[in-house]
């Protein structure tokens, strides 16, 4: 017999933290796992002049309202996958984004190209030259329909970071209904953002102008939910999992 206790969710952390440079004010996030990702995030926020406070275990206070910078260099952004979630977050902020590509892991093909093809929609130019990703609109992003060729999480969430603050409303088709992606669209609207839809195939972003402070809690982990009851039924074991969303795990 045990008692172990779930993580915040990794999935949504690494989307979360870019999220709050979209913040007018500062915001804090709670249940964050303490992981590799989360330290480099900060680094990177840090870099591009937000201010930030970091207690593992408890909260990550993130004031983004001193951040000047868009460009992220490789040294940085190949440090982890989740780094390309800069690209619609600062695209949303300051309506240009100089990010490195992404790192990470390398399990299968997961090409950009809906990403850039969702920003591209919104306004945006892009270019891709000596391993970094240039975008820039003139003025703020508009608002569009934007149909993905398939299903994509990490483009339905960066065209979700982008259009929150662009000018009308877009729509995404075919969108991802990750768990993780849920957790993003509630993260912006306690900013003030107004998301629909998300968790079905078609989500609705009306662009704010501006977003307020909030404290949010990131959802548990459902991948290490799933793992520890794997190994547990695995070693016939009795294990009290606590923090978890049973609803959220999906094998």
């Known amino acids: 017999m ?3 206790t779930v993580s915040g969710g990794k999935n949504t952390a690494v989307a979360v933290i870019p999220a709050t440079l979209l913040c007018d004010e500062p ?17 990177i926020l840090n870099l591009l002049g937000a201010k930030t406070e970091y207690v593992p275990g408890k909260h990550l206070i993130v004031d983004p309202r001193p951040a000047t910078g868009y460009h992220v260099p490789f040294s940085l952004s190949n440090r982890l996958r989740a780094s390309y979630y800069l690209w619609g977050a600062l695209l949303g902020r300051c309506s240009c984004a100089e990010v490195g590509y992404p790192g990470g892991c390398t399990i299968g093909s997961r090409p950009f190209d809906q990403h850039l093809k969702g920003f591209a929609a919104l306004g945006a130019q892009i270019e891709e030259r000596g391993g970094m990703v240039y975008a820039k609109a003139d003025g703020r992003l508009i608002g569009s329909d934007i149909f993905f ?9 960066n065209v979700m970071l982008a259009a929150a603050k662009a000018e009308g409303t877009t729509v995404i088709y075919n969108a991802a209904k990750e768990p993780h992606i849920v957790d993003l669209a509630n993260f912006l609207n306690s900013m003030g953002a107004r998301v629909r ?11 704010a102008q501006h977003l307020h402070g909030c404290t949010y809690a990131v959802i548990p982990d459902q991948i290490e939910t ?3 009851m794997i190994a547990a039924a695995a070693t016939r074991g009795d294990v009290t999992i606590h923090g978890c969303i049973p609803r959220t795990w999906r094998p």
């Open 2 to 4: 045990g008692e172990i």
């Open 27 to 43: 915001c804090t996030i709670e249940n964050l796992p303490d992981i590799d990702d989360v330290h480099v995030l900060i680094e």
């Open 149 to 157: 060729d398939l299903v994509t999480v990490g483009g339905t969430i």
């Open 197 to 207: 839809g998300a968790g079905t195939d078609v989500i609705r972003i009306r662009g």
């Open 226 to 228: 799933g793992t520890l």
